[in-house]
């Protein structure tokens, strides 16, 4: 892990909220410890930026998908 430079890191803010249940969690966590949600650097409201999950996003199209073929494969 990378130390960012100083001058252009966020140093209002001492913790951020969980965009998800809004526990404050510490300003580098990288997930929530309540709710496991991950969550990025914390914007200029204090709250941490959601990542998208991007993985989910890909099953998700992928049974999408597979549906389509079966309907397709299964009535024509
Ligand atoms: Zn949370």
Same mark, same amino acid.
């Not at 930026?49 to 992928?62: G, H, K, M, S």
């Given at each position: 892990?990378?130390?960012?430079?100083?001058?252009?890191?966020?140093?209002? %803010?001492?913790?951020?909220?969980?965009? @998800?249940? %809004? @526990? %404050? =969690?510490?300003?580098?966590?990288?997930?929530?410890?309540?709710?496991?949600?991950?969550? !990025?650097?914390?914007?200029?409201? !204090?709250?941490?930026?959601?990542?998208?999950?991007?993985?989910? %996003?890909? =099953?998700?199209?992928?049974?999408?998908?597979?549906?389509?073929?079966?309907?397709?494969?299964?009535?024509?």
């Amino acid at each position: 892990m990378t130390k960012q430079d100083p001058a252009t890191k966020e140093k209002k %803010y001492v913790s951020k909220k969980c965009p @998800e249940c %809004y @526990e %404050y =969690i510490a300003l580098e966590a990288r997930a929530c410890p309540s709710c496991k949600v991950r969550v !990025g650097k914390v914007d200029q409201h !204090g709250m941490a930026q959601q990542l998208t999950n991007w993985r989910a %996003y890909i =099953i998700c199209i992928a049974l999408w998908l597979f549906l389509a073929f079966y309907v397709k494969w299964a009535f024509f």
